[in-house]
C-alpha cells in the first residue's frame, strides 16, 4: 500500500499564500505521478494538478494557473503546492493522490491512493 498525508492547511486571507505539503510511504514514490485535487461543499471533486514521476512535465487547472505551482522531491518522499493569491473560492478540502499506471492525469478515477485532505480556508 501507498499512504498519503497532507499537511498545511489553514485559514488565511484573500490574497495570501499557502504551501500544502504530501508525504508518501515505500520506497517506489518517484515511479508515481502525482495529482492535487479539491472538493468545496455541495461541489463535486475537481483536479487542480498533477506532475509527473520525474518532475518535467506539470499540468494545472485553468482555475488555479498562474497562482499554484506544483513540486515534487522525490528523496523526501514529498510533493508540494504552492498557492499564491489564494481567493475565498479556493476554499475547499486538499487531496493528494498517486497514479501508478496513467501519469500526469487529470482523472480522479486514474488514481489509485489518496490522502485525507487538509483544509484550506480563505477568507475575505
Known amino acids: 500500500q501507498v499512504q498519503l498525508v497532507e499537511s498545511g492547511g489553514g485559514l488565511v486571507q484573500a490574497g495570501g499564500s499557502l504551501r500544502l505539503s504530501c508525504a508518501a510511504s515505500?520506497?517506489?514514490?518517484?515511479?508515481?505521478?502525482m495529482g492535487w485535487f479539491r472538493q468545496a461543499p455541495e461541489m463535486e471533486r475537481e483536479f487542480v494538478a498533477a506532475i509527473s514521476w520525474g518532475g518535467g512535465s506539470r499540468y494545472y487547472a485553468d482555475s488555479v494557473k498562474g497562482r499554484f505551482t506544483i513540486s515534487r522531491s522525490n528523496a523526501k518522499n514529498t510533493v508540494y503546492l504552492q498557492m499564491n493569491n489564494l481567493k475565498p473560492e479556493d476554499t475547499a478540502v486538499y487531496y493528494c493522490?498517486?497514479?501508478?499506471?496513467?501519469?500526469?492525469?487529470?482523472?480522479?478515477?486514474?488514481?489509485?491512493?489518496w490522502g485525507q485532505g487538509t483544509q484550506v480556508t480563505v477568507s475575505s
Open positions: 515505500g520506497r517506489t514514490f518517484s515511479s508515481y505521478a
Open positions: 493522490a498517486a497514479d501508478t499506471a496513467s501519469g500526469l492525469s487529470t482523472s480522479g478515477g486514474n488514481y489509485d491512493y
